[in-house]
């Protein structure tokens, strides 16, 4: 397995919300250089003046142009906005969504061509972001489009503290999500959400919880039968391919009872259902992680919260929390990696070494 260091790419996200804040808060650490290289893509000067705005501690980050320089046990930062941006705190503006995209754009290419190993996001505005350059509800399908293989399909996994929660749909309108919900697109998830829990969580036969659509897991039919035409066959293709897949159970109950606790990964089918129970247990340790691309993506699992921004009272942990995983899930797929190897394969090369 790779042992140097890993180059962990931290994008800025909006300029007006938090991301500065958490961005400075988690590497005054001096332990974050020590187990991995930071590089932010973002503004020194912008950098500098929320430390100044907040009185932060001093954070020493070492301008590069490029992620190949990136050494040591040093914070760096590859300036990719024009020095005329400066941040509006709190505000929504045009000027903070192409710096955001600025940075995402730039990191996501460096991962491309293998400059940082791993990406952790900072929040964006969608509102701000969305252009034709961004035509995006959001990171996951912006990042599907630029690092899935072509026979792969993005999943938001929002996970923490043993609790690790998926999604069969992601940005979606509620009055939509229904005719979304089929059965090949709920045996899918099960699959892809099992395959990311073995590779990317060193989960061996994790057990999986399925949620059901309706309230009541539709009362045998009374309150829609969505969960038993659709969910349940879902479930049961999924048995078959030899899956611990379980359920459907309501949502309300299924959190409320502490079930979760029994299971590796629940499956919710819509984003509100899942993502709810998981930000009221488990706060600020949360960590978005985005399953199914060739490159490992974690964010913090907060928004911008332009509300507080530039106040000194954003809490970092989720974004430490999301490096955290970044480093674990690189490393999971590693190991995986090697353990899944062609034994046969390497003993035919050393053999072919030997006749050399």
Do not use: W
Not at 21 to 34: G, H, Q, S
């Amino acid at each position: 397995m790779d042992n140097r260091k890993i180059k962990v790419g931290i994008t800025h996200g909006d300029i007006n919300g938090i991301g500065y804040e958490i961005i400075l808060k988690t590497l005054e650490d001096p332990r974050i250089a020590e187990i991995c290289t930071p590089i932010v893509y973002g503004s020194a000067k912008i950098a500098s003046a929320y430390r100044k705005m907040m009185d932060l501690p001093e954070v020493k980050l070492t301008q590069i142009d490029s992620a190949s320089l990136a050494e040591g046990d040093n914070n760096y930062i590859i300036n990719v906005v024009p020095e005329s941006v400066m941040p509006e705190p709190g505000q929504c503006t045009p000027a903070a969504g192409q710096a955001a995209f600025a940075a995402l754009d730039r990191a996501v290419s460096d991962l491309s061509e293998g400059l940082i190993d791993v990406l952790v996001t900072c929040p964006i505005s969608k509102d701000a972001i969305h252009s034709d350059a961004f035509a995006f509800p959001g990171h996951t399908e912006f990042l599907q489009d630029r690092l899935a293989e072509d026979s792969d399909k993005a999943m938001m996994i929002m996970a923490g503290d043993g609790l690790r929660v998926a999604l069969v749909t992601i940005h979606e309108a509620l009055a939509d999500v229904s005719g979304k919900v089929t059965r090949e697109a709920v045996t899918d998830s099960i699959m892809r959400f099992n395959r990311s829990l073995i590779n990317d969580f060193g989960i061996h036969s994790p057990r999986i919880a399925v949620l059901s659509l309706n309230p009541h897991a539709g009362d045998n039919g009374v309150i829609g039968t969505e969960d038993n035409e659709i969910v349940m066959p879902a479930i049961a293709e999924a048995n078959k391919k030899k899956v611990f897949a379980f359920g459907p159970y309501p949502a309300d109950g299924f959190f409320g009872s502490g079930a979760y606790k029994k299971f590796d990964g629940v499956l919710a089918m819509y984003h509100d259902q899942g993502l709810i129970p998981f930000k009221l247990l488990i706060a600020e340790r949360g960590v978005n992680f985005t399953a199914g691309l060739r490159a490992v993506r974690t964010s913090p699992d907060h928004g911008t919260a332009f509300d507080i921004a530039g106040k000194d009272q954003a809490d970092p942990q989720s974004l430490r929390e999301a490096i955290y995983m970044a480093l674990d899930i690189y490393r999971n797929r590693q190991r995986e990696a090697a353990a899944t190897a062609n034994p046969l394969r390497k003993q035919n090369f050393d053999r072919g070494r030997d006749r050399d």
